[in-house]
């Protein structure tokens, strides 16, 4: 396992389980993008991944937290876009088959989303062009 590379968990988006009387009903397994460093992935002691799940739903509206992928990046089949806004841990004993590896342009994207969501890079003021400043 290693930073960018995406498998399959079985997982419940958040809006899914408020909603659904039994969450098993909507589990089912999904696209995660790993993002931990290869460290960790690799520290045999530490059973947590720090991840990212992928949809193919409403691929129409990217926010500025999430990264679209078209179809075949990381052999997806379908144009998805990676919920950065919903990264969380995943025990690494419920990691599914590996899918495949993002390319190296679009982990950049990712890793820029990242440093905005979690505030280490900010918008400059008065920016509509999606630029930043440290």
């Known amino acids: 396992m290693a930073r960018g590379d995406v498998y399959r968990v079985s997982y419940v988006f958040p809006h899914e389980r408020d909603t659904a ?15 931990q460093n290869d460290l960790d992935n690799d ?4 059973p947590l991944v ?11 509206r990217v926010y500025e937290q999430d ?3 078209p ?9 998805s876009k990676v919920l950065l806004g919903l990264t969380q ?13 993002i390319s190296q342009v679009k982990m950049k994207q990712v890793e ?7 505030g280490i890079l900010r918008r400059a003021e008065g920016s509509s062009s999606g630029s930043a400043e440290r």
């Open 21 to 35: 009387p039994d969450a098993a009903e909507v589990e089912k397994e999904r696209p995660v993008l790993i993002l």
């Open 43 to 46: 520290n045999e002691r530490y």
């Open 50 to 60: 720090l991840a990212a799940p992928i949809t193919t739903q409403k691929t129409d």
């Open 67 to 69: 990264v679209l992928l």
């Open 71 to 79: 179809a075949g990046e990381a052999n997806l089949t379908h144009t």
């Open 89 to 101: 841990p995943f025990l690494k004993s419920r990691l599914g088959q590996r899918v495949g590896r």
């Open 112 to 118: 820029l989303r990242l440093l905005r969501l979690f």
